[in-house]
Structures are given as structure tokens and as C-alpha cells.
């Protein structure tokens, strides 16, 4: 009997011991994941952008269509930085250097919600001043088509055609057929994503967080002294996205954005390799580095995605009320952040502060040299 109970008690330890063991590969398999891949499998993502060529919504895409855990379900286009007609062009362009024609690219609304916005906006900047020149798609003439600006630009037909369904409709359907499960992303104006709730309230509640890259609340504005570019382009955009009960509100503002520069040590090595975004990267920014080797530039859009793949990249928030100023006069598009409870309709966001610079163009290198 005493021989049975310790061949037992052996055959227990074993199994233990296995188990242990089993255990610690599974442990260091998943030490030898590379670092910063960290989203799930199957992290679901719309990109809302005002898309231009690599820096910043360019690369943001990027990142997002190359990181294996992230299935990035369309990417939807605003006017802001370009026109919608530019931005199509644009997304569809790097979406084939990389190769992934199963990203549906939908054009979206085509101004920003106030009203005749394009033709005052000379009078507009006298009146209520301005701390850059740069007003993005407002400063040209809108492009007539799509194909236009790809021909135009990059020559040729394009090999992907935009979906024949409204950047809205795609919001809206795909954050239907996926509660609970889409991160929405508007790296740009928020237009596409206010009219998206205020046709169909009731994907709100289904949108697993928002992430933007807008607003400026501990440091001044880069459009107006006040504004920050995206949440200065439509403000009333804006304003209805905060001010929406979504579960989740991640703010990558100018607070963050501001404090990490692309420069030309990243520069040589995301072009020491033999691809095409290391081909497209000389290109743009090999004669800048040509005529001053101290160039540098912000990347904005590229750290919202960053911090998407990896949220352990975030090393400081702030949790605010938040709303936008959406009056017409001199704090037009302002981010207010309120440590206590705010106005009504106002609620809770994460404000971005800053993240693990390091491991951030460590990412992003990678996810650009693979």
C-alpha cells in the first residue's frame, strides 16, 4: 500500500514539475516577443486622418498597417493638414509601398462644420490673430479628384480605388458590426467622428476608447495663441467628440507632441535599410539633413499611434473634465482642462504628458525598417 501512495505521490510531483515548467517557456516566449510589440492580437483600429506623406499622419498609418497586433480596419479621411481629395491620394499611395490593398481608404466630409469657415478665414485671422502662418488645406485651392492629386503627384494610375462608402458610413458600420472592440482614431479634425455620433448615437457606447491627437492645455497654441492646428480647424467638432460619453478619451496633445523631435540620428537608421518607406524617407527628408544636419522636426500623429500599440510607452497623464471653446472670437478652439468637475455636458479624458522617448523611436524604427 505504502509503495502505491509513493508512486502516486511521484507521479503528482512530476505532473507539477511539468506544469512549472510549462509555465516558464510560455514565460519566455513571450520575453522574447520584440519589445514594444506589445498590442493584443486583432487590436481593432480606425485611423481618421487628415493624411499626409510620411510625417506625420503617414507614418502614424504606418506603424499601425505594420504592427502584427494591431488590424487596422480602415482609415478615413478629413480635410485639415490636406484636402480630402490630397488625403485619398496620399493614404492610398503609402498603403501600396506597403502593400496592403485590404485597408479600405473612405473619403470623408469635406469642411469643417462652421459655415463658410474657407472663404473668412483671411478675415477671421486679422481679427482674432494668429502665432503660425500655417493654415493646411485652407491656404490652396481644392484639388478636383483624388486621381487628380495621384497623378499629379506621384504619376500614373493608383492600383487601390477609395471604398464607394462615406468615411461616416464606415465609422459607423464598423463600429456596429465590432462593439465594444474599435479604437477610433481621429489624428486630425474631429469632423467625421461628431458627425458619426450625432447620426448614430448609439455606436457611443460601442466605441472601446477614442484616441486624438488635438488640443493644447498646459502650453500655448501652434495655430492661434490659443489653438492647437486639428481642434482649431473645427472646434465644434471638437467639442461634440469630448463632449461625448465614450468609455474611453485618450488626448495626445501639444503638451506631449512638443517634447520629442525626429532627427537625422533616426533618420540614418530608418534609411539604413534597403525598403521602399526607407527610399520614401530619403526622398523627403534627405535634402533637409543635406543642407543643415541639425534639422529636426515634431512627429505628433506618430507618438497617438505609438502609444496605441504600447500603452506602456505612457509614463505621465492627467485625468481632466474636458471641453472646447467653440465661440467665434479670440479663444476660438481653445482645450479647456478642468482638475475639478467641469461645465455640464463636460467628461472625464486622459491628458498625455509624457512618454519613454527611447522606447518610442525604438518602435517606430522597427516597425519602419521590418
Not at 34 to 49: H, M, Q, S
Not at 311 to 322: A, S
Amino acid at each position: 500500500m505504502d509503495s502505491i501512495q509513493d508512486s502516486s505521490t511521484r507521479r503528482d510531483k512530476t505532473m507539477l514539475a511539468m506544469k512549472r515548467f510549462h509555465i516558464l517557456l510560455v514565460g519566455a516566449a513571450l520575453l522574447l516577443v520584440a519589445p514594444g510589440f506589445i498590442a493584443g492580437a486583432g487590436e481593432k483600429v480606425i485611423l481618421d486622418t487628415d493624411m499626409v506623406v510620411l510625417y506625420d499622419d503617414g507614418v502614424a498609418m504606418m506603424m499601425l498597417a505594420k504592427h502584427p497586433g494591431i488590424e487596422l480596419l480602415g482609415v478615413t479621411i478629413i480635410p485639415g493638414n490636406t484636402w480630402v481629395s490630397e488625403g485619398s491620394a496620399y493614404a492610398i499611395r503609402q498603403l501600396e509601398a506597403l502593400n496592403r490593398k485590404d485597408i479600405p481608404v473612405a473619403p470623408g466630409i469635406r469642411y469643417p462644420l462652421r459655415a463658410g469657415r474657407y472663404e473668412t478665414i483671411e478675415v477671421e485671422r486679422k481679427m482674432f490673430g494668429f502665432s503660425s502662418s500655417y493654415t493646411g488645406c485652407f491656404s490652396r485651392i481644392e484639388p478636383a479628384s483624388y486621381l487628380e492629386v495621384y497623378r499629379k503627384e506621384f504619376g500614373g494610375r493608383p492600383t487601390i480605388k477609395p471604398v464607394d462608402k462615406h468615411a461616416v458610413d464606415l465609422l459607423i458600420d464598423t463600429i456596429k458590426a465590432n462593439p465594444g472592440e474599435v479604437t477610433v482614431m481621429p489624428i486630425g479634425p474631429c469632423t467625421n467622428l461628431a458627425i458619426a455620433i450625432r447620426m448614430a448615437p448609439e455606436i457611443i457606447p460601442l466605441i472601446k476608447r477614442v484616441v486624438y491627437m488635438g488640443g493644447a492645455f498646459d502650453t500655448p497654441g501652434n495655430t492661434t495663441p490659443s489653438a492647437e492646428f486639428n481642434w482649431w480647424f473645427d472646434p465644434e467638432a471638437a467639442k461634440m467628440c469630448v463632449r461625448a460619453p465614450f468609455a474611453d478619451q485618450l488626448i495626445v496633445g501639444l503638451d506631449v507632441c512638443e517634447k520629442y523631435r525626429f532627427n537625422k540620428k533616426i533618420f540614418d537608421r530608418i534609411t539604413a535599410v534597403n525598403k521602399p518607406i526607407a527610399k520614401m524617407f530619403k526622398n523627403k527628408y534627405g535634402p533637409e539633413f543635406k543642407k543643415n544636419p541639425d534639422y529636426t522636426r515634431l512627429v505628433w500623429d506618430t507618438i497617438a499611434a505609438a502609444v496605441v500599440i504600447d500603452p506602456t510607452l505612457i509614463t505621465e497623464e492627467e485625468t481632466r473634465w474636458v471641453d472646447v471653446n467653440s465661440d467665434y472670437g479670440l479663444d476660438y478652439g481653445r482645450s479647456l482642462g478642468y482638475s475639478k468637475q467641469g461645465p455640464a455636458g463636460t467628461h472625464k479624458a486622459r491628458i498625455l504628458f509624457t512618454i519613454d522617448e527611447q522606447r518610442f523611436w525604438n518602435l517606430m524604427v522597427d516597425l519602419l525598417t521590418k
